[in-house]
């Protein structure tokens, strides 16, 4: 569970990082979400979950490994 609430503050940091320092372009790219059919918003949504899967594997088999 630690590590669970440590991902998800990171994942706010960085959003509000991102927020913070291009505050034009995030508006940007949430206006273009807005005219993405949903179709396109789940595939999109596939492939971040299966790459932050992929990615905490690697990286939790690279700290483990002897």
Do not use: H, N
């Not at 940007?28 to 059919?37: E, F, I, K, N, Q």
Request: aromatic residues 6%.
């Amino acid at each position: 569970m630690k590590d669970f609430l440590t991902a998800c503050s990171l994942a706010l940091v960085i959003e509000g990082v991102a927020y913070t320092l291009f505050p034009g372009a995030m508006q940007r790219g949430l206006a273009a979400l807005l005219t993405m059919p949903p179709k396109a918003l789940r595939l999109v949504g596939l492939v971040a979950v299966t790459t932050g899967v992929a990615g905490v594997w690697l990286v939790r088999a690279a700290v483990t490994a002897p």
